[in-house]
């Protein structure tokens, strides 16, 4: 096939070029919503467009036929491609793939009909010369050709109407992109129109040499408007599926918009809700009804539905450009299941703050049976050998006198070989609450052993210890007259001891009571002793 480049050749050309150029700048895009369709467009205009340079620079009439009918495998799909670019873009449901093979079937059907021309001569009837150019070829249409292109006109006026809806919701960016598209559109089918029902007016340009602006739109809303980078949502995605409920009102507090969600959740089952008062359309929800738009504020609670489930409510005033109120947008989001696992958390906190106080309970027991004494109650030797060093050290940073008083029951082992242990153990448990019941705050009474006691006495001189261990004395005497059945009192002995002045250490000091102790003993019992000082001893 000869081919002779002419004017209109460059024209077809420069407009391959810049489909080529568009199809460069839509590649990366190609797995964004509706990238791969808008891809495909710009690959079918490249065909379209490359095959009628090829037919206008074509020698002979075969060479125009051939080249034309190659252009039909960009020019049958590429409305179809729009169409679908359009229900993808505005955020409606992806077209299923025997959707999209329906529409693609008159396409293949134009392709194939233009290949078998020449049997039925229903695309083409006819060709003769254009008197308006050398090389241009007038084709005379015949009944199939209209049919393909009064379906080509259908949908690319379905894509146009969807574009042109989603242009009028959105703005901004998103705007911006949605006109583009649409300009995009109508410029070639435009074209095509004025070159079908008038040829006469731009001989030898048909709709394919328009791609080229239209690719130059498309590229430029690609780099200026973000065109697939910045792909909106439709209001059908992002509100008529939400689960959360939305409820618009103006600014009379009428339900002008709810999504079914909001329509399901406070049971509006009629068609006559838009344009009601708040308080009749959600007579069932009062609480909901009175916060709905009050004063124009944002406002923001919890609330228990009829059926018992917790809703979070998010009321926010809508406003114009100027400031002024023009209604609000209501959101309830259902936090059942947030307010019960809380719940369930706070009553697990609870058992589990009981648990722990149970056990810092039975760990205070614990300790305080391993440092007292079971039958008197009173601290026992473990215990007393602790505090008592921790007290003489304290005493000897802080220059103060620490008293010891040591006390032994005297004949308990006749009252215990005598009476049996159990009346000696009723004598150890009067001593430790006749001990307990004259002590002071900060005075530790222990059982040191057997029928031997000891009070440290911290702060205290040897004097003052001495005047009070007389009085405990005196005291156990007189008190143990319930043991007169026994035949004898209980009496003790005692011996009281200082540091510093009898000792420098904790050790030293009980051992100059304990020696008290047995001068009592020696002295006939019932008494008490005072340790001497160092230089009394010596």
Not at 344 to 354: F, P, S, V, Y
């Amino acid at each position: 096939m000869v081919l002779q480049f002419s004017p209109y050749s460059l024209i077809y050309l420069t407009g391959t070029a810049v489909a080529a150029v568009a199809i460069v700048f839509a590649w990366p895009r190609r797995t964004a919503p509706a990238g791969r369709w808008l891809l495909l467009m710009l690959l079918s205009g490249l065909i379209w467009t490359l095959a009628d340079a090829a037919e206008v620079s074509s020698a002979q009439l075969s060479g125009h036929i051939f080249w034309a009918q190659v252009s039909y495998l960009g020019a049958s799909p590429i409305v179809v491609f729009l169409l679908l670019f359009a229900i993808e873009y505005s955020g409606r449901p992806r077209v299923k793939p025997t959707a999209v093979v329906a529409l693609l079937l008159v396409p293949a059907l134009a392709i194939v009909a233009v290949a078998t021309n020449s049997l039925h001569h229903q695309i083409w009837t006819g060709f003769s010369s254009s008197p308006y150019g050398h090389g241009v070829i007038v084709y005379h249409h015949g009944f199939l050709y209209w049919m393909v292109a009064g379906y080509a006109y259908l949908i690319a006026l379905a894509a146009t109407a969807i574009l042109v809806g989603f242009a009028v919701r959105n703005r901004d960016v998103y705007r911006y992109q949605s006109i583009a598209v649409v300009v995009a559109a109508l410029i070639p089918w435009g074209a095509e129109l004025l070159f079908d029902l008038a040829p006469g007016v731009a001989p030898g340009l048909d709709a394919s040499v328009t791609l080229s602006v239209s690719a130059v739109i498309l590229t430029v809303s690609m780099l200026q408007f973000k065109l697939l980078d910045l792909a909106p949502v439709a209001r059908e995605t992002l509100i008529e599926r939400l689960e959360e409920a939305v409820v618009v009102l103006d600014n009379e507090r009428r339900i002008v918009d709810a999504n079914p969600t909001a329509r399901r959740l406070f049971g509006i089952v009629d068609n006559h809700w838009l344009g009601s008062p708040a308080e009749d359309v959600l007579g069932a929800w009062p609480r909901v009804a009175e916060k709905l738009g009050r004063d124009c504020e944002d406002a923001s609670d919890v609330l228990v539905a009829p059926d018992g489930r917790h809703f979070a409510l998010s009321d926010n005033a809508i406003r114009d450009g100027s400031g002024r109120c023009n209604g609000s947008i209501a959101v309830l989001r259902d936090i059942t299941a947030y307010v019960d696992t809380q719940a369930a958390l706070e009553e697990a906190n609870a058992r589990l703050q009981e648990r722990v106080a149970e056990v810092e309970r039975l760990h205070e027991e614990l300790r305080e049976e391993a440092i007292r004494d079971s039958l008197t109650g009173l601290y026992n030797r473990r215990y007393l050998t602790e505090t008592l060093a921790r007290e003489v050290g304290r005493a000897r940073r802080e220059e103060y006198p620490v008293s010891l008083v040591m006390l032994d029951a005297d004949n308990f082992k006749r009252v215990n070989d005598t009476h049996g242990h159990a009346i000696g153990d009723h004598v150890m448990r009067f001593l430790g609450a006749q001990l307990r019941s004259q002590i002071r705050p900060g005075d530790i009474a222990c059982r040191y052993g057997g029928d031997e006691f000891v009070l440290v006495l911290p702060n205290t001189s040897l004097h003052v210890a001495a005047v009070r261990a007389e009085e405990w004395r005196v005291s156990i005497e007189q008190q143990s007259a319930y043991w007169l059945e026994c035949g004898e009192r209980t009496t003790v002995s005692l011996g009281a001891a200082e540091f510093p002045t009898n000792g420098a250490t904790a050790e030293e000091v009980m051992a100059a009571a304990d020696t008290a102790v047995y001068a009592a003993k020696a002295a006939g019992r019932n008494r008490l002793v005072v340790a001497p000082g160092k230089s009394q001893a010596g």
